[in-house]
């Protein structure tokens, strides 16, 4: 089965994937977890009490715009769209808090009545927060006061295919799946394979920069748009004449990884490639993970690059990865996934066994890809269990990545381990660049009785490490709320001013997700 094949995933509010297809812990994962002191919790999850919404007359303004029947007043609709899957949200959401709740969700069919909508809510004093896929994991789909959210799921077209430019225009709305579908038909990919894929959407990976699994070979998403159209409270801004041009700053970065704060991505030209007529995925075991980090950095800077190349340190391929009677029973060592599309370059082999590297075959391989999108659906049984799972991703320059890793590893063990619950530190290397890697850690323990305090108290220490050790504070998950104030640390004072003027001319009203990636003037 390829990504094409896979569903178009309606997330449930409040749980991860596909609630035909749930997950069950196995016995030696429940096993651990009693080591960590995991407790399952004795309330069951509380249901949100409704709100008083909007008045008449601005629900008036939604409906002039859209027609009534596609504005959502409703608790289920307002709750189906109350933030996103980041452990705090869910850990929320279980408790029934509403705070985060739209006051009403709205469902354009089209840029212009986006575009209507933005000015609308911009002359009525109305906030509003873009959504599509409802996949942040950082607070973007939150607001610092009550607000509208904009549900872009009727703009789910794929409008055009250039063959000979190989570019295709797409909807923001068109999600993950739908889009390699339809892309598929003429025999085409866009190659962008993230976690979050069966929720996800083309205007969430614009507005977040995301980044799929197979970016060593495709690219970021980032990398991948060549144009898009944005509505903002405004006016609408076009961007992308040609592929590149010296023709002043590039103003597609500027919108790109923007959260919403400027306005709504309706549309993006993106870069389109023939779909590979094979696919090969194999594990490759090294000594320890300095010895893989070495290996996988000079096919980064000397190629020649797989599509997928990621690497897992000690404690994740012990976890997660690693079938002992593949890789050699208690031998113990990292994994590597190395994954091609098209033939098999055996370039690549040799510089990895150079490096020390052990082929294991396609074994590990295809079974990391097989169970590629089943993995976050692991988080809701954890959640059920009492244990506090999460993440956090940074990025850094390859001389700095062993100081970053043990930086932040060591800020979550200790900030845990002083609130009484031990974790458990898992971290890979997902994505590579000429310069430097992600590093990307999944962090387990037991549950205080404040689950969102305590990992608020984990996530500001490794934030802290972060920024000491070099890191960025996000390599693909984006700003959103939770990180802002450490995003201003590191972009410095002037650049968040230059980035709240530009703010303040698209958006002067401040309506569009304040809160989200700058604080609110």
């Not at 996530?459 to 802290?464: E, T």
């Amino acid at each position: 089965m390829t990504e094409s094949d896979l569903p178009v995933v309606d997330l449930t509010p409040g749980r991860w994937g596909d609630p035909a297809h749930p997950v069950e812990l196995p016995a030696a994962a429940l096993d651990a977890l009693k080591h960590l002191g995991v407790r399952r919790p004795a309330a069951a999850p509380a249901k949100p009490a409704d709100r008083p919404g909007l008045t008449a007359a601005q629900l008036g303004v939604l409906a002039g715009v859209v027609g009534a029947e596609h504005v959502a007043t409703g608790l289920d609709a307002r709750w189906a769209h109350t933030r996103g899957y980041s452990t705090p949200d869910l850990l929320r959401h279980r408790a029934g808090d509403t705070s985060d709740m739209p006051d009403a969700v709205v469902y354009p069919a089209s840029h212009d009545e986006v575009q209507a909508l933005l000015t609308a809510c911009a002359a009525h004093d109305l906030a509003v927060v873009p959504f599509s896929g409802g996949t942040s994991v950082v607070g973007g789909l939150a607001a610092d006061r009550r607000f509208v959210t904009v549900d872009l799921g009727r703009l789910d077209q794929l409008v055009e295919i250039d063959e000979v430019s190989r570019t295709a225009t797409l909807q923001a709305g068109v999600r993950g799946p739908a889009a390699e579908a339809l892309l598929a038909e003429r025999g085409y990919t866009l190659g962008h394979f993230p976690q979050s894929y069966e929720g996800a959407s083309i205007g969430g990976y614009a507005a977040a920069r995301s980044s799929g699994q197979s970016s060593a070979g495709y690219g970021r998403f980032d990398q991948m748009v060549v144009g898009l159209t944005l509505a903002t409270p405004r006016g609408t801004i076009e961007l992308g004449r040609a592929p590149m041009s010296a023709a002043g700053p590039d103003l597609r970065q500027l919108v790109l990884g923007s959260e919403g704060a400027f306005g709504i991505i309706t549309s993006v030209v993106v870069r389109i490639r023939p779909r590979p007529a094979e696919r090969h995925f194999e594990g490759w075991r090294f000594e320890d993970f300095a010895a893989g980090l070495a290996a996988i950095r000079r096919l980064a800077q000397d190629g020649p690059l797989p599509t997928v190349l990621r690497l897992s340190d000690e404690a994740e391929t012990a976890v997660n990865l690693a079938d002992p009677d593949v890789f050699g029973g208690g031998s113990g060592g990292v994994l590597a996934i190395v994954g091609f599309e098209g033939p098999q370059n055996p370039t690549t082999a040799e510089v990895l066994t150079a490096a020390g590297g052990q082929n294991l075959g396609a074994g590990p391989g295809e079974t990391w890809r097989a169970g590629r999108y089943r993995a976050p659906y692991l988080r809701d049984p954890l959640l059920d269990e009492g244990a506090l799972v999460e993440t956090v991703e940074t990025a850094g320059f390859w001389s700095r990545l062993p100081e970053l890793k043990a930086a932040v590893t060591e800020a979550l063990v200790k900030s845990l381990t002083d609130q009484g619950t031990p974790p458990l530190v898992l971290c890979h290397v997902s994505h590579v660049y000429e310069t430097g890697a992600s590093l990307y850690f999944t962090v387990i323990s037991a549950q205080t009785d404040d689950p969102v305090a305590q990992w608020r108290t984990a996530k500001s220490a490794a934030n802290h490490a972060i920024a000491t050790a070099g890191g960025t504070i996000s390599h693909h998950h984006g700003v959103g709320t939770d990180h802002r104030e450490a995003y201003a640390e590191e972009i410095g004072p002037l650049a968040v001013e230059a980035l709240q003027a530009v703010k303040k001319v698209l958006d002067p009203e401040g309506v569009m997700s304040p809160g989200v990636l700058l604080t609110s003037s």
